[in-house]
């Protein structure tokens, strides 16, 4: 079944650097660009950014842009997000997340239909 | 990129229909219509009820619907359930690009 499963969550001390994962199954992985969104505790969930379905274009949130990056390996079915200058704000659950693609003409859609469970990002000394 | 307004909390009975608004801006949700509506258990991942401001996809209840006028989208849940008490968040394309989430708001099942 489509899935997709979130690793590399961990404690990290500020102005340290965390590398998350996000592996895809049961859908062409290449075919798709894929979000990374998060959640801080007992927050709301906030886009941190996107990347197209052959890595040409990224996007990203203000909050995170020159900080963060965000990649993919199409032949490992992975998406990734590097991490780097952490901040106790960037504390969250990190999710991956399938940006949908009409199935018809193949054009990107708007929404995100496929979630991981996510993976925990605690930064803290 | 300031978050979509939505209220922190609606409540209604079973068999009742609650409302959840999510309002915007001309240059996010009142600007496309590329709203969509996510519903989170606690615990769990955001699960998909509402994308193209109206649409459902398949396996969503036909009890959620959406809709939007102007800058404000809503979400209406028609013959509320027990299992319908969860978080709910909407989003918007905003523009180059880049996406946008509301507040999230908790629905509670009385």
């Known amino acids: 079944q489509v899935q997709l499963v979130e690793s590399g969550g961990g404690v990290v001390q500020p102005g340290r650097s965390l590398r998350l994962s996000c592996a895809a199954s049961?859908?062409?992985?290449?075919?798709?660009?894929m979000h990374w969104v998060r959640q801080a505790p007992g927050k709301g969930l906030q886009w941190v950014a996107i990347i197209w379905y052959d890595g040409s274009n990224k996007y990203y949130a203000d909050s995170v842009k020159g900080r963060f990056t965000i990649s993919r390996d199409n032949s490992k079915n992975t998406l990734y997000l590097q991490m780097n200058s952490l901040r106790a704000e960037d504390t969250a659950v990190y999710y991956c997340?399938?940006?949908?693609?009409?199935?018809?003409?193949?054009?990107?859609?708007?929404?995100?239909?496929?979630w991981g469970k996510g993976t925990t990002v605690t930064v803290s000394s | 990129q300031s978050a979509l307004t939505q209220p922190a909390s609606v409540s209604g009975s079973p068999g009742q229909s609650i409302t959840i608004s999510c309002t915007g801006t001309s240059s996010d949700v009142g600007g496309y219509n590329y709203v969509s509506w996510y519903q989170q258990h606690p615990g769990k991942a955001p699960k998909l009820m509402i994308y193209?401001?109206?649409n459902r996809p398949s396996g969503v209840s036909n009890r959620f619907s959406g809709s939007k006028s102007g800058n404000t989208a809503s979400l209406t849940i028609s013959g509320l359930q027990a299992e319908d008490e969860s978080d709910y968040y909407c989003s918007s394309y905003t523009s180059s690009y880049t996406w946008v989430f509301g507040g999230g708001t908790k629905l509670t099942v009385l």
């Open positions: 193209d401001v109206s």
């Open positions: 049961g859908f062409t992985f290449s075919n798709y660009a």
């Open positions: 997340a399938r940006l949908s693609t009409n199935p018809l003409t193949g054009y990107l859609e708007y929404y995100m239909d496929v």
